[in-house]
């Protein structure tokens, strides 16, 4: 079977598909991309990130940073929204690495993937590269209803609003032995939970900047959104970087440069911006591997 | 999304392959259609079988003695019937025969109509599955129900759609969920009396479980009954009552993500009017973050088919933490004057109730491997835990891996999703178990769609050497072992006892089996080519009886890694349903 084909080079397998389905073969680019389209995966329903919009078409902020990496490159983008499994694990496997009998062959390199050393350690199929931003747990407060700079003592009696199964909502389910516990207000994304904090329900929101500060919009100065002290949180910031199959070394080199080049000339943040997003410059220092 | 409306409602592809498809539908097909009277009788009438369980109570069990302990090893191929094409992975069906016509759901939700007697195919059905559908654990799908001219069954996209029997054309459909939430639907839907019952997968992404009744003739909804506290129901479209009582056993607002997918299949007793399914684990994960009892999750809730509403429960697990699904059949049966219903658990506890009221009647581990729970107190009906609950994630908050705790059964359970057999002759149940164990511990930062969250990290492990899979036979009544049989892989299929003193069941490794079921002694096996996920039936047709069992590899079993996929390497696919007789 297909899946089981043991690939050296992802542009072998390239070559393979396009000659079986569409007859085409492209030359060989730098990049090791044969067909002249470069395949990424974003995730679906995930906004500001990458979302199908009104007109059916993919957009956001990882939707615009792969158009921009492969005009870099010299190719056009082919971006696929997808769905997420129950773990980024599953997602690598799916969608990088290997493919799925239902979802077909795997994608040349998937966005918004943890840029995390504990992750590379474990997953030695897949090049984790490029940090393009640093994500962090913030706080968005109503100030109308908790004054300025509250403390995260004072969700110990009022009401916090988290998108659920997410570190902010973990770490307040179990902070200060659960005296927090009965005030937080789950809901299934956070455009949800931002609509909660503009209609009062709750006093705060936590959880990712970009997808709040995304969410409040036009309201965004209304509300004080910052990193709060957190005793205890398990992660509170790391970097979002892009996967590539670990075998497609001049894929991921090529992919790294392009990103650098973005990051250096502004259209990085340029494009967190025009999200209404602030942009947070990646943690890691950005080395690549040498050949 | 915009596209699920568009999608689904015309995304549907119909495979047709009836000889003279233009022919009109028959109006009048209700003669030869299957009445509810047939449904609660199924159990004891022996020319067809027209419900998942072999009669709606769930026994598995047939009364055909022309196959028996003294003439099996006559027993033999009458035909392979192929489910062919490009599409092969999991078989987990139970097969139906009404009328001389087998009807089978396989992977890919695919149905197919086949002559009984020929193997022929009559007609088939493919569900064009959406784009970018990922299921989590594979693409099976586990029967349908037939309700007079209609064979019902539940997608994986989480649609119960309803096909004619004579074409395989659909008749209805209904929404079952939102599948890019995590909705999905693989268990055979059930009939009680007029009514089609389903439950909903999705478990995984925190979903509220929910059980739906709909009008089986035509699809319409009647009733919905969330299976977590606080939720309200509804009858006929209007609100019809609160599960349980608002956070009598959930802290905060938790019940609203709360989990307890009734992912698996329910069964109906006639007798007492009662609906009987289980539910799987609550949300999130970790037992700290939700300190109370969590009903009604990992609990058979006993639901009135008219109405919807909760007669009864019983929870399995109280504020479960290893994943231990209580979505195990709960099978009715009878001794002398007494109403029962049992119950083997994931956690490795067979129950015995009282399925008039729920009310525990006895209860013993049916595996060697239950760490997490010394026993079951009979008054009380809680486990005496043993001190094996994964700790308090808050509690080591430095980013790090969480202590390891060893602890058995593993979370895919002393049993899973495959039903068990009863026995009317031996007054046994026939238990398709495992004996795994595994490591767990709290894993601080786990990620999912991009984001950290405090999640688990687990690793599954046999806990003996020669075997993983064991099909036990227990006598209810006093907990006490009749005998075992031992396998080398997993058991995932479904098991069949009928009066031939006979018990049937496959194995991963592909054999078809049949031993005594008084002393598990095997007295007949046939390689079907491919491991056996799927559960076998028995009928009688023109005065021979016939037994049929899907035979086809996948399922959740490959989706493991470490040392259980060691014992299930090179296991070929295959795809096909295998009908035998006597020769």
Redesign the interface.
Known sequence: MMFKIKLVRLSVFIIYCACLFTGQVHAETEAGITSGILKFAA????PP?SY?A?N?KAEGIDVDIARALAEKLGLKANIR????????ED?LR?YVWKG????GPPADVML???Y?E??MKREDKISFIAPYFE?QVVVAADPEQLGSNPQITAFFSNKIGVE????A???L???Y??QI??????Y?SIPEAIQALLKKDVTAVMG?RTEIESALDDSKNKYQIGLMQMP????AS?D?GLAVKASNQALSKSLQDAMTSLINDGTIKNIFNKYNASYHIPAAKINYPQE | MKYISGACDSGFLKSITIAGALIALPMSSSAAGVTAEDIINDATTTGDVVSYGMGTQGQRWSPLAKINDKNISSLAPAYTFSFGGEKMRGQEAQPLVHNGVIYTTASYNRVFAINAETGMQIWKYEHRLPEGILPCCDVVNRGGALFDNLFIFGTLDAQLVALDTATGEIVWKQSLGDFKAGHSSTAAPIIAEDKVIIGVAGGEFGIVGMLRGFDAKTGKLVWERPTIEGHIGTLNGKPNGMTGKLNATWPGDLWKVGGGAPWNSGTYDHETKTIMWGTGNPAPWNSHMRPGDNLYAISTIAVDPDTGKIKWHFQYTPNEAWDYDGTNHTVAFNKGDKKLASHADRNGFFYTLDRTNGKLVNAFPFVEGHSWATSIDLKTGRPIEAGKRPGNPAESADGKKGSVITVSPSFLGGTNWMGMAYGQNTGLFYIPANEMGMDLWNEPVTYKKGAAYMGAGFSIKPLFDDYIGVLRAYDPMTGKKAFEVKNKGPLWGGVMATAGNLVFYGTPEGHFKAIHSKTGKELWSYNTGSGIVGSPITWEQGGEQFVAVPSGWGAAVPLWGGEVAKQIEGINQGASLVVFKLY
């Open positions: 995730y679906d329903n995930f990130y199908q009104a059916g929204l997808v769905f997420a499994d129950e773990s980024l997602d799916v799925h009998h239902v979802t918004h993937i943890p995390d504990n992750l994500d659920r199964v997410t570190m909502d973990g770490y389910l179990g902070a032995r659960g516990r009965n005030n937080v207000l789950h299934h990712m205890g949180i398990a992660k790391w979002q």
